[in-house]
Nanobody, 117 residues
Framework: QVHLVESGGGLVQAGGSLRLSCRFQ???????????MAWYRQVPGKQRELVAT???????NYAESVKGRFTISRDNARKSVYLQMNNLKPEDTGVYYC????????WGQGTQVTVSS
């Protein structure tokens, strides 16, 4: 079974940076490479929110709230997706998850990001 492993979260002051990583364990390369991958975040009591996507051709798209601050990237050889988050704001606080945007895989544990003001 495919296993998603997110890491890189933590506690940071407003204006700081974090880099999240996500490994798609046991997803075969021919399936990973062309797929659009995504980062989401969830705050308690709210629905999971789409933050950023990257296609197999490395076309990226971002939620308005993170444009210019976050950068999504991927490493097909490592079957991994990354999210570089700069100039973090308290409203970026939440649990961040990765997944394939279409035909979702079983969700991982996520990684907690907390931004203090």
């Amino acid at each position: 079974q495919v296993h998603l492993v997110e890491s890189g979260g933590g506690l940071v002051q407003a204006g700081g940076s974090l880099r999240l990583s996500c490994r798609f364990q046991r997803l075969i390369t021919s399936t990973f490479n062309p797929a659009t991958m995504a980062w989401y975040r969830q705050v308690p009591g709210k629905q999971r929110e789409l933050v950023a996507t990257i296609t197999g051709d490395r076309v990226t798209n971002y939620a308005e709230s993170v444009k210019g601050r976050f950068t999504i990237s991927r490493d097909n050889a490592r079957k991994s997706v990354y999210l570089q988050m700069n100039n973090l704001k308290p409203e970026d606080t939440g649990v961040y998850y990765c997944n394939r945007q279409h035909q979702e895989l079983p969700w991982g544990q996520g990684t907690q990001v907390t931004v203090s003001s």
